[in-house]
């Protein structure tokens, strides 16, 4: 039928005023090779994911202990480990991908108010402090900047 072998893709879309966040959730496959998901605008152009966290993999995301990863898109920080910034953006695309995985999650999502999404999400959640944000934008900086080029 075409694509690639072993690559599962989901995709969904927000619209959100600016005091609201979409809580996305996946239960992670117990093996997977890779694992991503990216925001993109309506135009399925994606947002600024090296000025902004806007995409997340398996290497950056958090899982919890349940083994479900929880992603949180929202304008406003919510001080979570795997908050999805929307980039200015209110409304536009989530997709994300399977790759290699003995299973293809399709995640669930519940918009909440921001000043919920830390009730909403499991106890134990750590807390992002805006100096830790910010340092985790010029780390992706960084990375970008040493990205090779093709």
Known sequence: MGGLVGQSYYEGAYDLKPDEALIVEAKVPQGCT??????TNDLYETTDWYNNQ???NDSQARVDADGVVR????AKDPGVPNWLDTAGYASGAIQGRWAE?????????????????RASLPSDTPTVTPQAREKNTRERRSQLQQRPLW
């Open 101 to 117: 995985c003995s299973s293809s999650p399709i995640p669930t999502a519940r918009k909440v108010d921001v000043s919920q999404v």
């Open 54 to 56: 806007s995409s997340l």
């Open 34 to 39: 890779y694992w991503s998901i990216i925001l």
């Open 71 to 74: 992603y949180v898109v929202s």
